[in-house]
């Protein structure tokens, strides 16, 4: 060691040796307090060592000092180790440190319901430079070495990393092969079924939401979303409470049946309801419409989104003019079988 006015001796007992080892040493800072630099698994290096101190006799025990950093072997039991500090006023410390129990596994997280189909967002300052940006992402795939990309990684990273600028496409894929296809249209001109691209109005610019007629249901709509979405299945949960005081059927029920959805007093308050959750999916992500406009039941929904409507007043609206509709085209059916029979028996 250096002369007696260096900085204060530190020494460490290894139990696992029954050895005394001089290992370190502790610089005083001017408001007293020391430091000292440890790793995981390791003695560290004695500091600033000039020359062992004289008034200690290495040729008798086990002590020596650590010149460099050394291994702090496993045993069989928690490793402990003494570690005492010799200050020069004569004030000493001893302190028994224990190996830290390893951490137990964390529970694994719940997972979130894996993405069926994920949107690819890009943007740039004009239609060439969006085309550029749609070679880029599809050379970067290229380059994984068949690795399958994290198509909704991917999808996340375009769609919060990156600037919005005015050009702009969306390529909506289930999987890493559509979304190829659709990026090699974008980047070509190409039309393609999942692509769409335009410019954006900037911060004036306005949505409208419109809301179709009947016609655009199908077997199964809106499952996988209640699924994925917890604010889509909240407010169709709230649609099937409102609904329930008019109809004898459940909303999530008739989802997948068929033969519910092939009659007119089902299958416009099914509709209406998927299109006001839709809306409130929408406004969950900051898109707010401006103006609604819609036809049919699309209508009652489009005056239900803007408040013109109450949610319960909405889906008393369209569940009994559903069934006026199913009445009325009973009654209609019924006379033109009556003026066929009347035609046939005047004949």
């Not at 007992?13 to 050895?19: F, I």
């Not at 002590?63 to 928690?78: G, Q, Y």
């Not at 769409?196 to 900037?202: F, Q």
């Not at 909303?251 to 033969?259: A, I, M, P, R």
């Amino acid at each position: 060691m250096s002369s007696s006015t260096e900085p204060a001796d530190q020494s460490t007992w290894d139990e696992g040796a029954s050895t005394w080892r001089l290992c370190g040493r502790v610089p005083c800072s001017q408001d007293g307090h020391g430091h000292l630099e440890t790793a995981r698994d390791t003695l560290p290096q004695s500091l600033h060592v000039d020359a062992p101190s004289s008034h200690v006799d290495w040729s008798a025990g086990s002590v020596e000092l650590l010149t460099e950093n050394t291994a702090w072997p496993e045993a069989e039991r928690p490793r402990r180790a003494g570690v005492s500090s010799f200050g020069i006023s004569g004030t000493n410390a001893h302190v028994i440190l224990e190996q830290a129990p390893e951490p137990e596994p964390a529970d694994a997280a719940p997972s979130e319901p894996a993405a069926t189909v994920v949107p690819w967002v890009l943007s740039a300052k004009s239609d060439e430079a969006l085309r550029a940006q749609a070679e880029r992402l599809l050379a970067h795939l290229a380059e994984q070495d068949g690795t399958e990309a994290a198509t909704a990684d991917v999808g996340l990273s375009l769609a919060t990393s990156r600037a919005a600028l005015e050009h702009r496409a969306a390529v909506v894929g289930g999987d890493l092969e559509s979304l190829r296809e659709g990026l090699h249209a974008l980047a070509t001109g190409a039309v393609a079924t999942n692509v769409v691209s335009g410019v954006s109005l900037g911060e004036g610019g306005k949505a409208a939401f419109v809301f179709p007629g009947q016609g655009s249901q199908w077997v199964g709509m809106a499952r996988e979303l209640i699924e994925s979405s917890p604010v889509f299945a909240e407010r169709m949960r709230e649609c099937d409470a409102a609904l329930s005081a008019f109809v004898d059927w459940s909303l999530f029920d008739v989802l997948g049946d068929e033969s519910a959805l092939e009659r007119v007093d089902v299958v416009q308050p099914v509709l209406f309801a998927v299109m006001v959750s839709l809306a409130e999916l929408w406004r969950s992500f900051g898109v707010k419409p401006a103006a609604v406009v819609g036809h049919s039941q699309g209508e009652i929904a489009a005056a239900c989104v803007a408040g013109a409507l109450s949610l319960e007043d909405a889906a008393r609206v369209v569940a009994l003019r559903s069934k006026a509709i199913l009445a009325l085209s009973v009654w209609v059916a019924w006379c033109r079988c009556r003026c066929r029979w009347s035609r046939c028996g005047s004949g």
